[in-house]
């Protein structure tokens, strides 16, 4: 999926924190529903942890799309709805692991970037009782082609 970002100077960022609710309702449904695991990924335009942001603590960064404090606490409630970041929780000390680069100040080769891109999921699938289990995530950072990188779960289905 592709997440609306907040916009320049964060004139759309009351409707990405609706967006942000409105998708959990539905991931939640869709949970119940067929009882079994959700999985969504994509660009979802939030840089959530420090770890997660090249100079995180830079002033700018709260007034930018993707870093403020709002889209982060909105990610972290999506979280704590019984969801998981995939990539942190397999690596929770990962660093330089960024899936997004600016073109503009040519981020990329100097690893300059945000982590914008994730698989979020139902916890079970780091463990829990189901016939699906989270192995590994990770960027290829290497792949040119878009100011972002493919990023890659491996699953183990039993």
Same mark, same amino acid.
């Given at each position: 999926?592709?997440?609306?970002?907040?916009?320049?100077n964060l004139k759309r960022l009351q409707y990405r924190m609706q967006?942000?609710?409105?998708?959990?309702k539905f991931i939640k449904k869709i949970e119940m529903? $067929? &009882? !079994?695991p959700v999985l969504w990924l994509?660009?979802?335009n939030v840089a959530h942890k420090r770890l997660d942001v090249y100079n995180y603590g830079a002033k700018h960064l709260l007034k930018?799309?993707?870093?403020?404090f709002e889209e982060r606490e909105s990610f972290s409630k999506q979280l704590e709805a019984g969801f998981v970041d995939?990539?942190?929780?397999?690596?929770p000390d990962a660093k330089g692991h960024y899936t997004y680069w600016s073109t503009r100040t040519r981020a990329r080769?100097?690893? $300059? &970037? !945000?982590r914008l891109d994730y698989f979020v999921g139902s916890s079970n699938l780091l463990g829990g009782h189901c016939n699906v289990l989270a192995k590994d995530s990770y960027m290829l950072?290497?792949?040119?082609?878009?100011?972002?990188?493919?990023?890659?779960?491996?699953?183990?289905?039993?």
């Open positions: 999926m592709y997440c609306p970002n907040a916009g320049k967006w942000d609710l409105d998708l959990l529903r $067929r &009882g !079994l994509g660009d979802l930018q799309a993707g870093c403020t995939i990539f942190r929780c397999l690596h080769e100097p690893n $300059r &970037g !945000l950072p290497d792949q040119d082609g878009s100011d972002h990188c493919p990023i890659v779960l491996e699953l183990e289905v039993s």
